[in-house]
Each structure stands twice: as structure tokens, then as C-alpha cells.
């Protein structure tokens, strides 16, 4: 990596580092759990990807092979489903 790649690499690396610390801090004030909610939230994810899995192996595909809108209205069907 080019030293400028290098370096806006590692301020994308430090904000993101700060904008999940602030995250954290909200979820405390509110008396959240961070790490319940983001293993909920994980799980949600699988959920709904599986989900997608599997209706496109009822037709026969995988997710490379799905068009980008056919991934999306699954996506959107799974969240009603899951």
C-alpha cells in the first residue's frame, strides 16, 4: 500500500474506531447491553441471509449467481418472514 492509502486508511480506521466507542457509550446510557444487542443484531443478519440461501437454492442458484435485485427483494421478503 502507497503511503497516502497507508495514511487515509489509518484516519478511516481511527473514525470508525470512534464512531463505534460513541455507539457503545449510547447503548450504556440507555442502559442497553452492546454486546447483547450486537449478537442479536448478528443473528438477525444470519438469519435473514439464510433466508435468501435458502429460496435461491429452491431455484436452483447460489448468491454469486443472484442478480443484485434479486438479492434485494429476498432481503426485503426475509424481514417479514424471519
Known amino acids: ?3 497516502n492509502r497507508e495514511e487515509n486508511h489509518d484516519r478511516m480506521e481511527e473514525e470508525l ?3 463505534m466507542f460513541s455507539v ?3 447503548a450504556r446510557k440507555l442502559k442497553v447491553d452492546p454486546d447483547t444487542a450486537l449478537r442479536n443484531a ?3 443478519f444470519e438469519n435473514r441471509f439464510a433466508f435468501i440461501e435458502s429460496e435461491l437454492a429452491k431455484k436452483g ?3 454469486a ?3 443484485l435485485m434479486q438479492m434485494e427483494e429476498l432481503w426485503e421478503k426475509s424481514k417479514k418472514s424471519v
Open 65 to 67: 449467481e443472484a442478480g
Open 24 to 26: 457503545i457509550n449510547v
Open 17 to 19: 474506531g470512534d464512531l
Open 42 to 44: 448478528n443473528r438477525k
Open 61 to 63: 442458484l447460489t448468491p
Open 1 to 3: 500500500m502507497d503511503k
